[in-house]
Nanobody, 115 residues
């Protein structure tokens, strides 16, 4: 059974940085994709950053140049480095793994950007 457990988010001042991590367990093969999504209050969940198995990445326009997705070589951890945070980045952030036609989700972690 695939399980994803995100690290705690937190409160960050505008302009600050935060690194999220997600521990992935139970995978039987290399995931097709590992990603981070977010959902702000009253809005739909949106893709933030995604990394395919070959290493190709794509980012939402709103975070490109500020956020970086990465993973360890064993595909047991996926990270999201967030820099130059602004209040519009406030949301619940979710880790996501796609494998064998299934999509798995973490429980979500709150990130609040506020002074």
């Amino acid at each position: 059974q695939v399980q994803l457990v995100e690290s705690l988010g937190g409160l960050v001042q505008p302009g600050g940085s935060l690194r999220l991590s997600c521990a992935v367990s139970g995978t039987t093969s290399s995931p097709y994709a590992m990603a981070w999504y977010r959902q702000a209050p009253g809005k739909q969940r949106e893709l933030v950053a995604r990394m395919l198995s070959g290493g190709r990445t794509n980012y939402a326009d709103s975070v490109r140049g500020r956020f970086t997705i990465s993973r360890d070589n064993a595909n047991t951890m996926v990270y999201l480095q967030m820099n130059s945070l602004n209040p519009e980045d406030t949301a619940v952030y979710y880790c996501n793994v796609d494998q064998d036609s299934f999509s798995y989700w973490g429980q979500g972690t709150q990130v609040t950007v506020s002074s």
